[in-house]
């Protein structure tokens, strides 16, 4: 079963808007990755956050992790129609294993 | 560095025929994984391989499914016989230590 879920399922904006994408998981963890899927690729990773860390940023991604509360949250700021991708939370226990969410389909409109 | 390298990219076959899927891993890399992703039930891991050795089967969906790693550079996931329920992208990805998976392109199998 999927460890993840995902928040919204899909979302529209327009380029140059914020996009925020939610993750919730159910067990404690050891890290949490975001992956983004252009649309018949593979997955790409784009940032890890350790369970130890509240927030992690990386050019126009931010990432803040929640431990109380098993969630995490993807921001891109200012996105552009190159942004437009479903992302996916993945979470590692003790383990090489990541256990994938249901991802989110982001659609930015130029 | 070519990044992981899977064959096919596509893959059409009939139901009950066997399908070979294949994977060479990033090299230097330590850690293996097979994935299967459908709209339905999104991405789900099926098996992983530490140092050549399966470690986490519990994803196989069932005996028709094996995979192997005969060293640290190929990797296969056989289906046979195929079902039209197993056409799905399937990724291989790779890593080293506990950190990010590098993924294949991934092969895109239709069973009729």
């Known amino acids: 079963s999927q460890q993840g879920e995902e928040d919204p399922q899909a979302l529209s904006i327009q380029e140059g808007e914020n996009a925020t994408m939610n993750c919730s998981y159910k067990t404690s963890i050891n890290n949490l990755q975001w992956y983004r899927q252009n649309s018949g690729r593979g997955l790409v990773h784009l940032i890890l956050i350790r369970s130890n860390e509240r927030e992690k940023h990386s050019g126009r991604l931010r990432v803040t992790l929640d431990t109380s509360k098993k969630s995490s949250s993807l921001l891109i700021t200012a996105s552009r129609a190159a942004d437009t991708a479903s992302y996916f939370c993945a979470t590692s226990r003790d383990t090489d294993k990541l256990i994938f969410g249901t991802g989110t389909r982001l659609q930015v409109f130029p | 560095d070519a990044g992981v390298i899977q064959s096919p990219r596509h893959e059409v076959t009939e139901m009950g025929q066997e399908v070979t899927l294949r994977c060479k891993p990033i090299s230097g890399h330590n850690s293996l994984f097979w994935y299967r992703q459908t709209m339905m039930r999104g991405l789900e891991l099926l098996i992983y391989?530490?140092?050549?050795?399966?470690?986490?089967d519990s994803g196989m969906p069932e005996d028709r499914f094996s995979a192997k790693m005969p060293n640290a550079s190929f990797s296969t996931l056989k289906i046979q016989p195929s079902e039209p329920r197993d056409s799905a992208v399937y990724f291989c990805a790779s890593t080293l230590g506990l950190d990010e998976q590098f993924f294949g392109p991934g092969t895109r199998l239709t069973v009729l």
């Open positions: 391989f530490n140092n050549n050795v399966p470690i986490d």
